[in-house]
């Protein structure tokens, strides 16, 4: 194969190769004339880039097919015979019609009494009873010192009275009394009957 080119005056060239290597020869006109029979050769060497290796693509990995599970069997239980039940026994219900206000011993020394107050917020009753060591006096009264209750000297009596909404007072009176003292026990409730 000859290639001819011009690279100065009247000059010219042909190469011969095996595709990766090449002999040129440059020749001017006037060595063309005188052929010398074995030009010098100039070696070009040309070089190949490998080829890359394709790359390899990865193989998608199947999943594992889930193994069937055997289900578990249900084995019914025997359950045992109820035991007869207890009922219990219903506890008795609070009166709320009426409120314990008072429930007490009392000791009155001579020339002494005592005095409970209560506050009543509704038209109500007061009943209860009580009863003493020796001879005393009780008395229910109003805060504007109204007697409402007087059981004179007595060793125990029972009180019912109607009250109206206010202060209240028990009272167990011993000062009449020079010498001796009085034991006094007494239970007292408050029974709402109005709005």
């Not at 990865?58 to 207890?86: D, H, K």
């Not at 060793?155 to 109607?162: C, L, P, T």
Request: charged share 15%.
């Amino acid at each position: 194969m000859v290639y001819r080119g011009r690279l100065g005056p009247r000059v010219c060239g042909r190469a011969s190769g095996d595709g990766d290597h090449w002999n040129l020869y440059w020749q001017s006109e006037s060595e063309k004339a005188a052929a010398s029979p074995s030009p010098t050769p100039l070696t070009v060497t040309r070089t190949v880039q490998p080829t890359p290796a394709p790359k390899e693509t990865p193989t998608p990995q199947r999943a594992p097919s889930p193994q069937p599970v055997e289900a578990p069997t249900y084995q019914p239980q025997e359950r045992p015979a109820p035991s007869p039940s207890i009922q219990p026994t219903a506890s008795p219900t609070p009166d709320v019609s009426r409120f314990m206000v008072f429930d007490r011993d009392v000791h009155l020394n001579a020339l002494s009494y005592f005095a409970q107050q209560f506050t009543v917020t509704r038209n109500s009753r007061m009943v209860g009873s009580f009863s003493a060591s020796t001879p005393v006096e009780c008395f229910v009264t109003s805060s504007n010192n109204v007697v409402l209750y007087s059981s004179g000297r007595i060793n125990g009596g029972k009180i019912d009275v109607m009250l109206r909404p206010g202060t209240i007072y028990l009272t167990f009176n011993n000062r009449f009394s020079l010498l001796t003292s009085k034991n006094v026990r007494a239970r007292i409730y408050i029974i709402p009957i109005g709005p």
